[in-house]
């Protein structure tokens, strides 16, 4: 049973202002694994003085001393591996393979991605008499979402600190376990007192203060475009800068090829890592309508072969993160059946021989149309719809009638084809073949959100641009 009842502010760990806990379930055995401390504005008051406090230093600090702490912390990642792995699948139930594997391994990466980024990043430069220089913006409120943990934190806290800011992170309280665990990491690792702070807690105690506290400069949230508008609200009246990366509702347009039958396999299997709960997965399938039959039937069996619940299987997917999310996405599939479009795998309920532990069954929708509750709405689980299209022009009309724009994905054998696509979806990250890369820019058009993250796209979301005119001689 773990029991994480400390605060991380100004280098120490400390016991909150007001004694508050949440119980911790676990997704496979939905029993209680352990127990956090909640925090309140009066925590992030502290951990606000003590960034402010350790801002003046660390803003000024050079290149060297940054790449010096974040290869510190590259190294204590590394001694850390095996805990943070345990740690993601003990809070969402990821199997061995996903927890220790990508989870883990996404946080290293964008590790080594700040640290080659910080290596030749430029934070001035000369323009006729004008020097044009990049500062810290300053205190900076992250906040955090539980399914990808390790990587989400990684992505907001590396580019802070290596731009010079002081923070507050917010973990998710639904899977704080590796957010813990992660700030041991950093503390091994010799952080300045005060350069980074987490506190445990809810968006209404700790979100709701971070977003609003006078002396913050910055907030970065990623989570749910309904949780994102209520931080830009409680953001707008200190007019501090807010980055946003939100729901998406991504398409893969499968274009009419050889690989045809091939690509609607794989496009199912991109589905369902992490059990569906990626903002950017391929959850919207559209395929051409003279070879829909062959899709269908390639979309099933590639459903039926996804094992779910094995620990032993490299392949399997575990739960979803909590009964809430479980609830909502069996919502959604009974408004699926209800709106008439056909399950051609999975469905309602748990997979057989699963009876305890928020499993979803791999699904799959044929005969949606973008219309349908399904299309529109972010269900968050394995969950694909497929759409048929008339022509290529149809297929990008199609993709782009959302209200997201986070990611898209292009599958073909024509690299050519898939180009010419790829160009006309409206989103911040387009995937042809579901190519992956962590130097590609993250983040969203439309209600997916603003900003960008990853590699030195998202350095500039924790710089300030000042212009000194007649710093040179004319």
């Known amino acids: 049973m773990r029991e994480y009842l400390k605060f991380y502010i100004d280098g ?15 997704p496979t055995t939905e029993q209680v694994s352990g127990k956090i401390a909640l925090g309140s ?6 951990a606000v003085k003590a960034a402010r406090k350790a801002f003046a230093t660390w803003s000024t600090s050079s290149r060297a001393e940054r790449l010096d702490l974040l290869q510190a912390i590259l190294a204590e990642y590394q001694k850390r591996s095996a805990n943070l792995g345990e740690a993601v699948s003990e809070e969402m139930g990821a199997p061995p393979a996903l927890g220790s594997g990508t989870q883990v391994y996404l946080g290293l990466g964008q590790l080594n991605n700040a640290i080659d ?27 955090t979402p539980w399914n990808w943990p390790l990587n989400q934190i990684a992505c907001k806290v590396y580019p802070a600190l290596a731009t010079g800011c002081t923070m507050i992170l917010k973990p998710s309280e639904v899977a704080p376990y590796s957010g813990q665990i992660f700030t041991e990491v950093i503390d091994a690792a010799g952080v300045p007192a005060g350069v980074y702070n987490m506190i445990f807690g809810d968006g209404a105690g700790v979100g709701v203060a971070l977003s609003s506290h006078p002396d913050i400069d910055m907030v970065s949230f990623t989570g749910s475009t309904r949780a994102g508008i209520d931080v830009a609200k409680n953001a707008a009246a200190t007019v501090k800068r807010v980055t946003q990366e939100l729901g998406g509702k991504s398409p893969n347009i499968v274009l009419d090829d050889d690989d045809f039958v091939r690509n609607v396999a794989i496009g199912v299997k991109a589905m369902m890592p992490n059990s569906g709960q990626s903002c ?5 399938m559209l395929v051409p309508k003279r070879r829909k039959d062959e899709a269908l039937a390639a979309a099933r069996a590639a459903a039926e072969q996804v ?3 094995d620990p032993n299987d490299k392949s399997a997917i575990g739960p979803v993160a909590s009964k809430a999310q479980f609830d909502k996405i069996q919502r959604l599939i009974q408004s699926g059946i209800d709106e008439g479009a056909t399950v051609v795998a999975g469905g309602l309920g748990r997979p057989d021989g699963l009876d305890t532990g928020y499993y979803v069954r791999p699904t799959v929708f044929a005969d949606v149309t973008n219309d349908m509750a399904i299309a529109r709405e972010e269900i968050f689980g394995p969950v694909l719809c497929i759409l048929d ?5 149809h297929a990008v009309e199609l993709a782009n009638d959302t209200d997201y724009g986070l990611a898209g994905y292009v599958s073909a ?3 050519e084809a898939a180009r010419a696509v790829a160009r006309r979806i409206r989103a911040g990250q387009v995937a042809i073949n579901h190519a992956f890369d962590l130097n590609s820019p993250f983040g969203g058009y439309k209600r997916s959100g603003n900003g960008r993250e990853w590699s030195e796209f998202g350095f500039d979301e924790y710089l300030e641009v000042k212009g000194t005119i007649g710093y040179a001689p004319q």
């Open 280 to 284: 950017n997965a391929p959850s919207r």
């Open 307 to 309: 094992k779910v619940g």
């Open 413 to 415: 054998a024509d690299l």
């Open 12 to 26: 120490k760990w400390v016991d909150p202002v007001e004694p508050n806990s949440l119980d911790i379930d676990n």
């Open 41 to 46: 504005a009066a925590d992030v008051d502290k």
């Open 117 to 143: 980024a910080l290596k030749n990043f430029s934070f001035e430069e000369s323009r006729g008499s004008t020097l044009v220089t990049k500062e810290p913006i300053g205190v900076c409120g992250l906040i």
């Open 389 to 393: 299209y008339d022509d290529v022009d």
